[in-house]
């Protein structure tokens, strides 16, 4: 049963009559005293307001409803600002006999009008007058403003005539709405029921038209500010979609469409059936309880639910750990559950609409009613029609007579570019419980579906539309399990079914060409995919395995094999579909924390591979998944390393398998190192000594020009004691800083310290140390924002250039001392350190991989432990995933041999784990001194 709405008796909280009895004796106490008499009635206000909010918070913790809350913070206000106005009026500014012009109404508007708030929204009043302004209205408006300022609200308000409001109203949209909601507090009724009247004569009649267009475009255009989707992990609950707002447009249309005296109605529940009216009420209930909660547990107008606010709010609405799914997971999966019920209503209010023919003909004045001007009806295929640009349906019995309809009604609308007629999507929402077994296992199903997914003009809308709709859960229940899912990390941007379906349309987009630029190597390998059913079916599953039995990888090949069976899919594409899933992550890893110079990375990674088709898919796959995850995370870095990787593995199936396959890239090697060394003795013979003591890996790692770059950098650091260079790189993403110097203990720290004191953050570093002891480190950094460090100021790169050569000539490095505050939404999530060793990763190398918090300095946390332990790094490469750092360093003992010793090894893991679980304990501790700050200033 969903929560009854009705007003919130108040006797037990603020009783009005002994409130203004307090405030009387205050004033004759203190008679003849102004000053005091305002100071003891404003401190008898503040008691009832303190005490009427504690209730409201103490009555949220143990259980009450959000609007239960609203309406009772409301009523507490009401009964401060309406015991205040009698204060105003009868002790400080009365009027003994007053005149015409004396009459004034006080009114809320807006969200208080609709007998609405959270702990610490603002007040939005009207003071209604007759006409024109007097002395004593103005002195009354002006001491309660005063007072309701240093009562502590934020108060938005307006003075007006009834003719102003009238006037002000036709003219804005936005007062309308407001006066629309107008609630009368205290003083003169005729003057208050005056405006009523008027304003539904002369404003709101014979425009709702006009009403619901502006409503609708102000609502998009709200949304694209707060962020299109209502499935961003850090969602504004009043202004998001799918948040508090948009059932206030459904209320606001209703409103003016069907006016309703009272607030108790709500609104006008013929608009709906009784499921539709039980999921609206639970849906408002829910996010006004998630609203208070916000105000009450940060002391402030907070509407953004931030990772560092989620656990404690789902603690707090009683939400515990159940299973692998914490606690935090349960609840935001909860929020985006109603997010998308918020979507459903607003869908089955437009049919609504439409069918009462409120609108004018649509002209793309929202994604809401989406239309393309009333025209004739069109027969399209059986049971289908064309109505005004949109599709509809000519019964729902369509679909009772055959359940597959549901799928072609989506495959159609994509077809033909249409958009789905309300009446058709709302039909398919309650009618898609009819998808059952049957269905799921129709061949005829499985075709419709699968020539969707990787056929259709816009993939990624179209099963947008049947997730919305509860279709695409139905077919595939896969799926169905990780709708609305939360990721509780700062790595991904969405929910797990939102991720799937933009990397869905990542990959329509690469096959269409739309990211040549981005994804060149991509846009060529798309037309040699065979299977590209198996490609998109693959994208689609690839996450149904989170939070499943054994991990992810594993839990979703499970999903994938059952899905694949279902459909009727022959074994070899459920195995190739199994395998894309479960290796999803592999290329990335290799990409991005492996030396993909090394052989043994290309030679490893082909062998997970096996075959040029897989590498093909992948290498799609992995794109479109790391661009799906959000804003700002793809970029040139991350293109190149996937690039190289896949040249070098494609070369690898070209030269054939297993020895012979690394023999040959051995071959291509030396070949190159061979090559780059005659370049360079006979452009400058004075560097072939030079040339001749680098090892090979160095000319296989860089093309012939910055070959002879390095080498007069390397001739000018032996004599001035250290070089340094540093030039942009627009494609890596990335700017790349050369350093030249004598190879000694802790060079490589002194650098890597130098890059974070100038504020550079490294992504990469790759070192090579001559047979004579020079030393040439090569450092690919990026600044704050993930652009190429100095992209915008050449003079920055320059200056990190000369703070390297200092740092490489061993001079102490100026740094100011920075403050660490607060990490806001990092301080959220316990990172457990992680620290791992391989052998068998490199054939010359021992790989150190240590994983932990990412934060400024970490990558010299962690080389010293490292160089202190007398090993040389031979490359660095660092990646993040949101909160996490994962950091991976191919290292070499004072032989220049792999670590076999088990205590140095031993010890080495003791070190850089102390230096990852110190930085997380700093953390953790701050957070909770600052949670409990939090909780004892809300307490005070």
């Known amino acids: 049963m969903p929560p009854r709405l009705r007003p919130t008796r108040l006797e037990y909280?603020?009783?009005?009559?002994r409130l203004r009895a307090q405030l009387s004796a205050a004033a004759l106490d203190a008679a003849g005293d102004a000053a005091e008499q305002r100071r003891r009635a404003l401190e008898i206000l503040k008691q009832a307001l303190f005490r009427g909010r504690m209730i409201a918070k103490e009555r949220l913790e143990n259980g009450a409803g959000g609007i239960e809350t609203a309406r009772l913070l409301s009523g507490v206000t009401d009964e401060v600002v309406t015991a205040l106005y009698d204060f105003t009026t009868v002790h400080v500014f009365r009027a003994r006999n007053p005149t015409e012009g004396e009459r004034l109404a006080l009114m809320a508007v807006g969200g208080y009008g609709r007998g609405t708030l959270a702990p610490f929204s603002d007040l939005d009043l009207l003071?209604?007058?007759p006409y024109k302004q007097t002395a004593h209205a103005e002195s009354v408006i002006e001491f309660m403003l005063y007072a309701l300022w240093d009562l502590g609200f934020k108060v938005g308000h307006a003075s007006r005539t009834v003719e102003e409001c009238i006037k002000l109203s036709r003219e804005d949209y936005t007062i309308r709405t407001s006066i629309l909601e107008a609630r009368r507090l205290t003083g003169d009724e005729n003057l208050a029921d005056e405006l009523t009247r008027r304003f539904r004569a002369e404003v709101v009649k014979g425009t709702a038209a006009q009403f619901v267009a502006a409503k609708l475009k102000e609502r998009d255009e709200r949304q694209e500010r707060a962020g299109a989707s209502r499935y961003l992990v850090e969602p504004n609950v009043k202004e998001g979609k799918g948040g508090l707002r948009d059932l206030n447009t459904l209320f606001w249309i209703a409103q003016y469409i069907h006016p309703v005296a009272q607030v108790d109605g709500f609104v006008p529940l013929e608009m709906f059936d009784r499921k539709e009216v039980a999921a609206f009420i639970r849906a408002i209930d829910f996010l006004w309880a998630v609203r208070c909660h916000l105000h009450f547990t940060t002391g402030r107008p907070e509407e953004r639910l931030t990772f560092d606010l989620q656990p404690e709010l789902a603690?707090?609405?009683g939400y515990g750990d159940r299973g692998d799914a914490p606690a935090v997971e349960r609840f935001m999966r909860r929020y985006f559950m109603i997010a998308k019920e918020?979507?459903?209503?607003?869908?089955?209010?437009?049919?609504?609409?439409?069918?009462?023919?409120?609108?004018?003909?649509?002209?793309?004045?929202?994604?809401?009613?989406?239309?393309?001007g009333q025209g004739r009806k069109k027969a399209l295929d059986p049971g289908f029609y064309e109505d005004g640009g949109r599709l509809n349906i000519d019964s729902p019995k369509i679909f009772e007579e055959d359940p597959i309809n549901l799928l072609r009604l989506f495959r159609l609308a994509d077809r033909r570019g249409l958009d789905l007629h309300p009446d058709a999507f709302t039909a398919a929402s309650r009618l898609a419980t009819l998808i059952g077994p049957k269905v799921r296992r129709d061949p005829e199903a499985a075709k419709v579906f699968l020539d969707l997914l990787a056929h259709s003009r816009e993939p990624q809308r179209a099963l947008t539309l049947m997730n919305e709709a509860d279709v695409l859960g139905r077919y595939i229940p896969e799926w169905g399990r990780i709708v609305a899912q939360m990721q509780f990390n700062m790595y991904h941007s969405y929910t797990v079914d939102e991720h799937t379906l933009r990397a869905v349309g990542v990959i329509a987009d690469i096959a269409a060409g739309r990211f040549a630029e981005d994804h060149p190597l991509s846009t060529a390998v798309m037309p040699l995919i065979d299977d590209r059913e198996a490609l998109f079916l693959a994208m689609l599953l690839h996450d149904t395995g989170k939070g499943g039995v054994g991990g992810q990888e594993k839990a979703g090949a499970r999903s994938a094999r059952q899905a694949g069976e279902r459909m009727g899919l022959d074994r070899k594409r459920i195995e190739m579909i199994a395998w894309l899933v479960e290796h999803h992550l592999v290329m990335s890893d290799y990409a991005q924390k492996r030396d993909v110079s090394d052989p043994r990375t290309v030679v490893d990674f082909a062998r997970i591979v096996e075959t040029p088709e897989r590498l093909r898919l992948l290498l799609v796959l992995t794109v479109a998944d790391i661009r799906a995850v959000g804003p700002g995370v793809w970029n040139g870095w991350k293109g190149q390393l996937l690039r190289e990787l896949y040249a070098a593995t494609e070369a690898v199936f070209r030269g054939g398998r297993g020895s012979d396959a690394a023999a040959a890239v051995r071959r291509h090697h030396e070949n190159a190192a061979y090559d780059a060394r005659m370049s360079l003795s006979k452009v400058d013979p004075a560097s072939t000594a030079w040339a001749q003591s680098m090892e090979d890996a160095y000319f296989t790692s860089f093309p012939e020009a910055e070959v002879l770059a390095h080498a007069k950098l390397a001739r000018r650091g032996a004599k001035d004691g250290a070089a340094a260079v540093g030039h942009v790189r627009?494609?890596?993403?990335?700017?790349e800083v050369v350093v030249a110097a004598p190879d000694r203990p802790r060079l490589f720290v002194d650098l890597a310290a130098a890059i974070t004191a100038a504020g550079a953050n490294v992504v990469g570093a790759k070192v090579f140390t001559s047979r004579t002891g020079q030393a040439l480190d090569v450092f690919y950094v990026q600044d704050v924002t993930g652009a190429a460090y100095g992209a915008d100021n050449a003079r920055s790169l320059e200056r990190l250039a000369a703070t390297l050569e200092a740092a490489g000539r061993g001079e102490p490095i100026k740094s100011e001392a920075k403050k660490t505050g607060d990490l806001g939404r990092a301080a959220a999530f316990a990172i457990t350190p992680t620290v791992m060793l391989d052998n068998e990763a490199s054939e010359v190398s021992t790989v150190v991989e240590a994983s932990g918090r990412d934060r400024p300095g970490l990558l010299v946390a962690l080389a010293r432990p490292i160089s202190d332990a007398g090993?040389?790094?031979?490359?660095a490469h660092i990646d993040g995933y949101g909160e996490r750092a994962v950091d991976a360093f191919y290292v070499v003992d004072a032989e220049g041999k792999k670590i076999t010793d088990p205590k140095l090894m031993a010890g080495l893991k003791a070190d850089l784990m102390a230096a990852l679980e110190a930085a997380e304990t700093q953390t953790q501790t701050r957070t909770r001194s600052n949670l409990q700050k939090a909780r004892a200033s809300n307490a005070r």
């Open 315 to 317: 603690r707090r609405m």
């Open 13 to 17: 909280v603020v009783d009005g009559v």
């Open 871 to 875: 090993l040389s790094i031979l490359s």
């Open 127 to 129: 003071f209604l007058r």
């Open 730 to 735: 627009p494609g890596l993403n990335a700017s």
């Open 342 to 372: 918020v979507g459903s209503l607003t869908r089955v209010f437009a049919a609504k609409l439409e069918s009462e023919r409120v609108k004018q003909q649509p002209k793309g004045i929202s994604r809401l009613l989406p239309g393309r």
